[in-house]
């Protein structure tokens, strides 16, 4: 393409204003190393023992931590949200995982779960105990379907959380209440081939998204309806509200909860140390 000279001059003034703009947005994305999961029964780390320590990361934005790590043959995604307010908003509209194989930030593969249904009660229950150890024993009963799409094998649905596939997501609760979130992704619905051979680092594009609760548009009419009367009683249980104002202007609670929060995340695949 052709530029005429005028255009161009009027161009280079702007280049570096254009270059810190880029620089600025290119800023949000974490670069990640991998770390290796070992298989062996001397080094493997079930579950329990990852969560029991805090996470790689904690990124304020979302008020979420996390870790990922791989193998020859899967990417694990593990997610903690020790703050009521993102349990809220995980059960009401469901944490978008989004890999792009090409590290370019397209997200062309994604894992939608818990998927937002207000029919199964997506709240935290908050009258007694006994209705909370309920409430966690019947979840993944209750949630046994994630939505997936943009995978190359398979047809974009609802899919169980155990499957044929390998993909697999599933949340649970320790006894301190502190959600936790594991995926695992085989690299066969990735690059469509297994195991994977990492001769040399590949980098993977991660999204972790929180959509918001209610459409922007309601922050204006000065009632918030983004949470429930037993919702913020949690929310009082994990953190203080702040007041409930519902005079216009949002408790950062509530503005929370209507706007989006995202965690992009360049991941570098680990080699196998062996």
């Known amino acids: 393409m052709f530029l005429c000279t005028n255009t161009f001059n009027v161009m280079k003034k702007f280049l570096p204003i254009i270059a810190l703009f880029l ?39 979302a008020k979420l931590q996390y870790s990922i790590a791989n193998d020859n043959e899967n990417m694990y ?32 593969t994604s894992i939608l779960y818990p998927i937002p249904n207000a029919k199964k009660g997506n709240t935290i229950p908050v009258n007694s105990p006994s209705n909370w150890d309920t409430f966690v024993s019947r979840f993944s009963y209750d949630h046994a379907y994630m939505k997936i799409k943009g995978f190359s094998q398979i047809s974009d649905d609802e899919i169980l959380t155990t499957n044929q596939f390998g993909i697999s ?6 006894e301190q209440e502190v959600l936790r979130y594991k995926a695992v992704v085989p690299f ?50 994990g953190n203080a509200m702040r007041g409930n104002n519902t005079t216009g202007q949002l408790t950062e609670e509530q503005s929370y909860l209507v706007n989006l929060r995202t965690i992009k995340c360049n991941y570098s695949l680990a080699k196998n140390p062996h």
């Open 23 to 61: 620089f600025t947005q290119s800023c949000k994305v974490e670069s990640t190393k991998g770390q290796w999961k070992s298989q062996s029964s001397e080094q493997t780390c079930n579950d329990s023992c990852i969560f029991k320590s805090p996470l790689q990361f904690y990124d304020s934005n």
């Open 188 to 237: 066969s619905q990735i690059f469509n081939v297994s195991p994977l051979k990492i001769d040399t680092n590949k980098v993977l594009s991660v999204g972790i998204v929180l959509a918001p609760i209610v459409d922007k548009a309601k922050q204006s009419e000065g009632s918030s309806t983004a949470l429930s009367g037993s919702e913020e009683n949690a929310m009082k249980r």
């Open 77 to 108: 995604i593990y997610i903690k949200a020790t703050e009521k307010i993102a349990q809220i908003k995980i059960l009401r509209t469901g944490i978008l995982l989004k890999i792009d194989s090409s590290g370019k930030q397209k997200n062309t």
């Open 169 to 174: 997501v599933s949340i649970s609760w320790d």
